[in-house]
Nanobody, 124 residues
Framework: QVQLVESGGGLVQAGGSLRLSCAAS????????MGWFRQAPGKEREFVAA????????VYADSVEGRFTISRDNAKNTMYLQMNSLKPEDTAVFYC?????????????????WGQGTQVTVSS
């Protein structure tokens, strides 16, 4: 199965931008639907965005729609999350995840494998 490693997190001021990357190794990256999730302290892990196998279809949580952009480069086995206009409430550990099917169900329990996460902190 595919192994996932996130990078690109850090500390940024409100209104700033960050780009997260999720590098995949192992089985064919293009056979997976990919997603981003986040978990803030004391809160449950929540869906952020997902992208279909070729990148044709994307979906976003309402809280990030218009600010975040998910993309993938299958030639580089990498998925990205461009985050603009960041807010303090975006502070969380961001995780990438994979699954083999595309559906409207974005509960974290239906995804796997997972990366180890990367911390994003937005200061006010």
């Amino acid at each position: 199965q595919v192994q996932l490693v996130e990078s690109g997190g850090g500390l940024v001021q409100a209104g700033g931008s960050l780009r997260l990357s999720c590098a995949a190794s192992g089985r064919t990256f293009s056979s997976y639907v990919m997603g981003w999730f986040r978990q803030a302290p004391g809160k449950e892990r929540e869906f952020v965005a997902a992208i279909s196998w070729t990148g044709t279809n994307t979906v976003y949580a309402d809280s990030v729609e218009g600010r975040f952009t998910i993309s993938r480069d299958n030639a580089k086995n990498t998925m990205y999350l461009q985050m603009n206009s960041l807010k303090p409430e975006d502070t969380a550990v961001f995780y990438c995840a994979a699954r083999t099917y595309y559906s409207g169900n974005y509960y974290p329990e239906t995804w796997g494998p997972w990366g180890q996460g990367t911390q994003v902190t937005v200061s006010s």
